[in-house]
């Protein structure tokens, strides 16, 4: 496997119209959301412990989902894991106000248009770009995904970006 600095180097390669940065900063949150919100309606059942009604969001596939995606992002660089754990927790509570403000069915239709529109957006990012999305070919970019957008605004990594365009 390449390292985190080279992955991220053609990742921002990639991602390098200011156009479609920007979509990527308000689209790639919104998929996240949505994904964490909606896995959270997906109960862990675990057997013969009784879980206060209050506390059955914790088993949820929720932070199970954001575990496995630190840990492996913990792989490629501390740094990085640290700050996606802190994302997903401030989505995750985010995800969680939510649900309780709006009730189970109205949360998950948003959260079902907050993953559409995310995806929109990110494909209309792509459209100015010129380049079709690479998560196909290259998985890992739906991780680098994020850690590009948080590394714009929190050096995370020391990445030479090529210079974007409007």
């Known amino acids: 496997m390449a390292s985190f600095d080279t992955m991220l180097a053609e990742y921002d390669r990639i991602h390098k119209s ?15 959301l ?3 919100g909606l ?25 199970l989902l954001i ?3 630190c840990a492996w992002t913990f792989k490629l660089s501390k740094r990085a894991a640290l700050a996606m754990a802190v994302l997903a927790c401030v989505l995750w509570m985010i995800a969680l106000a939510l649900r309780y403000a709006l009730g189970d069915g109205t949360a998950a239709l948003s959260f079902g248009a907050f993953f559409v529109g995310g995806w ?30 948080l590394n714009d605004f929190f050096p995370i990594a020391r990445v030479a970006r090529a210079g974007g365009e409007s």
């Open 120 to 149: 929109a957006i990110l494909f209309t990012g792509h459209a100015f770009e010129g380049e079709s999305p690479e998560f196909v070919q290259r998985p890992e970019n739906l991780i680098l995904g994020p850690i590009s957008v």
């Open 39 to 63: 896995t959270g309606f997906i109960n862990i059942g675990i057997t013969g412990i009784q879980v206060p009604e209050k506390y059955t969001w914790i088993f949820t596939l929720s932070p």
């Open 18 to 32: 200011n156009t479609n940065r920007v979509l990527h900063a308000f689209g790639i949150p919104s998929v996240i």
């Open 67 to 69: 575990t496995y995606v």
């Open 34 to 36: 949505s994904v964490i």
